[in-house]
């Protein structure tokens, strides 16, 4: 329904929410952004596991945004509109390995499915055995698959 000051004018308070008019005709929208808010990110953060060292000064910083990923010991973006930019941005520079980044979301999200096949070994451990128990796990699941299937 209206704004009683809308009805009487006949303009609007300029407090309404944007329902996606003036986005809809944008020439640079990529589709991902929200329809509803206020002023949106245009950039998401990412954080390269395979560099980050597990310091935990990021997921001291910045609590809402970022956490240690219990099974690797990296930090990890847990959601990317949690803390304000300032916080993101100090937590990005107390990073001591630069392993942070801010990133264009069509980017953020080739990123984040990469990682998925991604071998990340535990903070601490040679990189050659964690390789080779990774693929000891692939084979010992795809055998179970197999006897599974027969």
């Avoid at 952004?33 to 310091?55: A, H, K, N, T």
């Avoid at 609590?63 to 304000?84: H, L, M």
Wanted: hydrophobic share 30%; proline share 4%.
């Amino acid at each position: 329904m209206a704004d009683e000051s809308e009805m009487t004018t006949g303009r609007s308070s300029g407090l309404e929410p944007e329902l996606g008019g003036a986005l809809r005709s944008a020439s640079g929208r990529s589709g991902l952004e929200p329809e509803l808010g206020g002023q949106f990110r245009q950039e998401g953060v990412y954080v390269d596991e395979l560099v980050c060292i597990g310091c935990t000064h990021c997921a001291h910083v910045a609590r809402n945004t970022f956490y240690i990923e219990p099974d690797y010991g990296r930090a990890r973006v847990v959601r990317q509109n949690g803390d304000s930019e300032a916080l993101i941005q100090e937590a990005i520079d107390t990073c001591p390995v630069d392993c942070i980044h801010k990133v264009d979301y069509t980017e953020l999200r080739e990123l984040e499915r990469d990682r998925v096949n991604q071998v990340i070994p535990v903070v601490g451990f040679p990189v050659d055995k964690a390789v080779i128990s990774a693929q000891r796990r692939r084979r010992q699941s795809m055998m179970k698959a197999r006897k599974n299937q027969g």
